[in-house]
């Protein structure tokens, strides 16, 4: 019985004591949650691999900087555009849609946000996003032999 009147004695240090291990267990959960996740085989587009004319490394590179681009407040275009010039049919695009995956993405600011208020999008949905109506159609004019919307 002596522990059950300590439990009694000290209720309230021990209840906060839980409370406090609990919270920081799920922040250190959510906060080491990794930025990034590969998509899922049915989620990723077609590559005919025979069709591309960039690398994987080269793939990789392109969506690391459409990432960076889209993560600013506000948007870096020419850099976002630049990516553009790179792609020269829809393999290679759809190649670097599914090196891109899924990234962490705060859609109400545009920027990274943190792991808590933002997810995880894909690159169209960032992309969508990230542009506006008449920047998407600079892209549809500049790119017709991609379709990216
Ligand atoms: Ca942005």
Do not use: C
């Not at 077609?46 to 969506?63: G, L, M």
């Not at 208020?117 to 549809?140: F, G, P, R, V």
Request: glycine share 4%; proline share 3%.
């Amino acid at each position: 019985m002596k522990i059950l009147a300590f439990i009694l004695k000290n209720f309230q240090p021990i209840i906060y004591a839980l409370l406090g291990f609990f919270v920081l267990k799920t922040l250190k959960e959510v906060l080491s949650k990794p930025s990034e996740e590969k998509l899922k085989n049915d989620e990723e587009l077609p590559v005919s691999n025979t069709k591309t004319t960039i690398t994987n490394v080269q793939a990789q590179v392109i969506a690391d900087n459409i990432y960076n681009a889209s993560i600013e407040s506000g948007t870096d275009e020419a850099l976002l555009y630049a990516q553009f010039d790179k792609l020269k049919n829809q393999n290679d695009f759809n190649a670097v849609y599914n090196a891109f995956g899924k990234r962490q993405y705060s859609k109400f600011w545009g920027n990274v946000g943190d792991p808590v208020t933002s997810d995880k999008h894909d690159m169209i949905a960032i992309l969508t996003n990230e542009l506006t109506t008449k920047e998407q159609e600079y892209l549809k004019n500049n790119y017709p032999h991609l379709t990216i919307f």
